[in-house]
């Protein structure tokens, strides 16, 4: 089974409205981290949010929210406000405490942001 | 503070030809990873290093490629021969393993874009 499912290969947005990308995970193991990444056209992966398995609320930083969702296995990734340099690949990643130095990534989402 | 470092970024070879990939770490990270890329795919993991040591490599095609890292530190991937089936970018990252398990992310280089004809 996968570890991570990304369902939309492609997305639109308009410029400045808000928009979700989804992200559903598999995992037997109580403690696990869950990561999001932007991967514009130039290549580099960048670190963008976490969520801890333990956490009570929602992880946030600055325009980039995670809405996880445990028992559905579902961590969310809601950018606001979108801007023109958010198009780009956004993948979904997770490790499991079990073997935590092992990231598990989806396929990705591609984001275009029309002006 | 430097990021990883990755060269070449950009190869274009003949198939049947060899290539390699240099990748430095951030200091202090003793995990180091190498995945390969395809166009509009997810990363995926050919290799990962605990310090010198190899601690995952099931899905490096091993026939063909090889890699390594001495000291503990530089690393090495290394395709011979090439296949065009070996067009990807090839992703180096590490992470620190002496942080604690919560929001220990993983760090990656620009990649290097490797295209065989």
């Known amino acids: 089974a996968q570890k991570i499912t990304q369902t939309q290969p492609g997305m639109f947005v308009q410029e400045k409205e808000a928009v979700t990308l989804d992200c559903t995970y598999d995992?037997?193991?109580?403690?696990?981290?869950l990561f999001w990444y932007k991967q514009p056209s130039s290549g580099e992966m960048i670190f963008l949010i976490y969520?801890?398995?333990?956490?009570?609320q929602n992880a946030t930083e600055g325009r980039y929210s995670l809405n996880f969702q445990k028992a559905r296995k579902s961590a969310n990734l809601v950018i606001s406000a979108s801007q023109l340099g958010d198009s780009a690949m956004y993948f979904c990643?997770?490790?499991?405490?079990?073997?935590?130095?092992?990231?598990?990534f989806g396929s990705g989402t591609k984001l275009n942001v029309k002006p | 503070e430097a990021g990883v470092v990755q060269s070449p970024r950009y190869k274009i070879i003949e198939k049947k030809q060899p290539v390699a990939f240099w990748c430095n770490p951030i200091s202090g990270h003793n995990t180091l990873y190498w995945y390969r890329q395809n166009l509009g795919q997810g990363p995926e993991l050919l290799i990962r290093?605990?310090?010198?040591?190899?601690?995952?490599d099931s899905q490096l095609p091993k026939d063909r490629f090889s890699a390594e890292r001495l000291k503990g530190v530089d690393s090495t991937l290394k395709i011979q021969p090439a296949e065009l089936g070996d067009s990807a970018v090839y992703l180096c990252?590490?992470?620190?393993?002496?942080?604690?398990?919560?929001?220990?992310?993983?760090?990656f280089g620009e990649g290097s874009w490797l295209t065989v004809v």
């Open positions: 990252a590490s992470s620190d393993t002496g942080k604690t398990f919560s929001g220990n992310t993983i760090y």
């Open positions: 990643a997770m490790r499991e405490v079990g073997d935590f130095n092992k990231f598990y």
């Open positions: 290093y605990e310090n010198e040591e190899a601690v995952d």
């Open positions: 995992t037997s193991d109580p403690s696990y981290g």
């Open positions: 969520q801890g398995s333990y956490d009570q």
